[in-house]
């Protein structure tokens, strides 16, 4: 097919990338262990992890693993926030040719529970501070062992019991919980009955006492069981293979590159991992880090936004990748504003559509332009980026990486031209191998000539560049008229006053929908009311776009990255 967008790529940047450049993600990470041994991987709450540490540490894991006599591709859940624990389990969990089914910690039990018993996770790592959730579940999944862990368990061997008994003890960050520890680690799994309950130490160090086996793995093998956000209903596991990582890896290697470089060299890259690691933008560039040999801090809580910003205020920093909401918030605490900016080289946006009135006010800050890019679970979180280099904020999603390519089509499955609006479609080395368990899914994601449909809608123009639009399941139909939610935020987000926003559709016997705006005020515009957003978007939008009702809140409901929920809206306002 024609591919326009190559011919506009950044001069250092190749066209194509080489996944058999690894037999599989082990390959990768063992090969980054050796050559970086003596190197930082992560700092945490004031501890310095290399990779050494990450080698020996996860090694011990994946042993333990092998002696429960579990097959290759057992599913094994990390239910775990960005602390040291996450990056050696799941590395374990690869190096012992098993299967990462990575959980968000704030589930609901009915959604841990969707999750456990989806994925036929037999085995689940779990901070404590969420085994509550899990213990009303436990009884109704396939679990044979939990392996507890407590927030310092890898912090040091005096910072981190410390830290571990404040949580619990002082902070109360740990609700009581029926999951005591009930097996040592070198006990065999049940045959029936209820899971074992081990400590996490304690899987080292048995773990410690046997050689890692290795295991033959390829491209074809399953890396991840990862979960989509489930903002449009259940979460589905979209199936992503080793060289689906492989090569989401290189293709961010290849695109991010121009901008890294700017460093004195990539070992000495420092990336803020805020959003969590569980989820596939953080993922993907946890890996990526891993490839370069640079350095990651882990931000355990970035809604806590006062340690945040004192945490980036500790070290120079490299690379920010973030969602709108983020750098919103950020923006809003006046020490944000007193950092030093200057080894800043990369501010990646994606998750969700990044507003220009963040933009704006994020690059006169920083002196930083908001790069924003495009991708999904489905895709190992790459599809399409800007140019690193952009000199300002675009407003679009940019061209599709190296050896990625971007369709817009029709329902009927036919390729549209350019600047038409449809479904953008993607296909590459990156898309998931399907759905887990979803054959009727399945079906309906695929075109017949390969490529996924995002259920995104956009447009492409001559030069290949892509201008995302909305969720299809969004749109809003106004008296016959398309109405996407994300130009009424967009301008909407410009009025001063307003923080957040967001917008859905509701039914009207006279419109078929209507719009109704939901707000979260700025503090320093407490006086902002219904009728000051209304005349703003009647000033800014087409009649029929406007409004009919504006609620004011405090908060707006979102995933686990800060996207905002508009299914959760929608529901809520139904009732």
């Known amino acids: 097919m024609d591919k326009p967008w190559l011919n506009h790529y950044p001069a250092a940047v190749a066209p194509t990338i080489d996944p058999t450049a690894y037999t599989s993600m082990v390959e990768l990470m063992e090969q980054s262990f050796t050559r970086h041994a003596d190197l930082t991987f992560c700092h945490c709450l004031g501890v310095r992890l290399t990779y050494q540490d990450l080698d020996r540490q996860s090694r011990h894991f994946a042993a333990w693993l092998q002696t429960l006599g579990l097959p290759i591709g057992t599913r094994v859940g990390l239910m775990l926030p960005n602390l040291p624990q996450f990056p050696v389990v799941m590395c374990g969990v690869l190096r012992a040719g098993m299967v990462c ?3 968000n910690p704030l589930y609901t039990a009915s959604e ?3 999750q456990l018993s989806d994925s036929g996770c037999e085995v689940l790592v779990i ?4 085994a509550h959730t899990l213990g009303t579940v436990l009884e109704r999944t396939a679990l044979k062992t939990v392996v507890m862990t407590q927030l310092g368990d890898m912090l040091g061997p005096w910072r981190g019991p410390w830290l571990s008994f404040a949580a619990k003890h002082l902070a109360r960050m740990v609700p009581k919980h029926p999951l005591s520890i009930n097996a040592s680690a070198q006990d065999p799994l049940p045959s029936s009955g209820p899971a074992h309950r081990v400590d996490l ?3 080292l160090r048995v773990g410690a006492t046997h050689a890692l086996e290795a295991v033959p793995l390829s491209h074809e093998h399953t890396a991840f069981l990862q979960y989509t956000g489930g903002t449009t209903g259940l979460s589905k596991g979209a199936i992503l293979s080793h060289g689906n990582i492989i090569s989401a890896t290189l293709q961010a290697h290849a695109w991010f590159m121009p901008a890294l470089s700017k460093a004195s060299s990539p070992h000495a890259i420092n990336g803020i991992a805020a959003l969590p690691l569980y989820h596939i933008f953080a993922l993907t560039f946890c890996f990526l880090s891993i490839q370069l040999g640079s350095h990651l801090t882990l931000i355990p809580n970035p809604r806590d936004i006062k340690k945040f910003v004192k945490v980036l205020a500790e070290r120079p920093f490299h690379i920010l990748p973030g969602v709108n909401t983020l750098f919103n918030a950020l923006l809003q605490h006046p020490d944000f504003k007193r950092l030093d900016f200057s080894s800043l080289c990369l501010t990646q946006a994606g998750g969700m559509a990044a507003s220009e009135h963040t933009a704006a006010a ?16 489905e895709t190992c979180a790459v599809g399409t980026n800007n140019d690193v280099l952009n000199a300002a904020f675009s407003g679009d999603i940019g061209l599709p990486l190296p050896g990625i390519e971007v369709v817009i089509k029709d ?5 549209l031209g350019a600047d038409t609006l449809g479904e953008i479609c993607i296909k590459g080395p990156n898309v998931m191998r399907g759905y887990y368990q979803q054959a009727q899914e399945n079906a309906q994601a695929f075109t017949a000539d390969g490529f996924l449909r995002t259920g995104d809608l956009g447009a492409q123009n001559t030069q290949g560049e892509t201008r995302l639009v909305d969720r299809k399941k969004d749109m809003i139909l106004v008296s016959g008229f398309n109405v996407y939610p994300s130009e009424i935020e967009a301008k909407v987000s410009s009025c001063p ?3 957040e926003c967001a917008a859905i559709g509701l039914h009207s016997e006279q419109q078929g929908e209507s719009v109704k705006l939901f707000v979260v005020k700025e503090i320093t515009h407490p006086q902002l009311s219904e009728s000051d957003v209304l005349a703003y978007c009647r000033q800014h939008l087409t009649a029929y776009k406007v409004p009919k009702s504006v609620e004011f809140r405090t908060t ?10 508009r299914r959760a809206l929608r529901e809520d306002a139904k009732t």
């Not at 901070?127 to 969420?130: A, G, I, P, T, V």
């Not at 707006?556 to 929920?565: A, D, Y």
């Open 362 to 377: 994020w690059v006169a800050t920083t002196g930083s332009v908001m790069i924003e890019g495009w991708g999904m679970t």
């Open 411 to 415: 329902d009927d499955g036919r390729t």
């Open 201 to 203: 130490s304690d899987t």
């Open 112 to 114: 841990l529970e969707h």
């Open 556 to 565: 707006l409901p979102k995933t686990n990255v800060g996207k905002v929920l």
């Open 497 to 499: 006053g307003v923080l």
């Open 101 to 103: 089914v990575n959980i």
């Open 127 to 130: 901070l404590e501070n969420f």
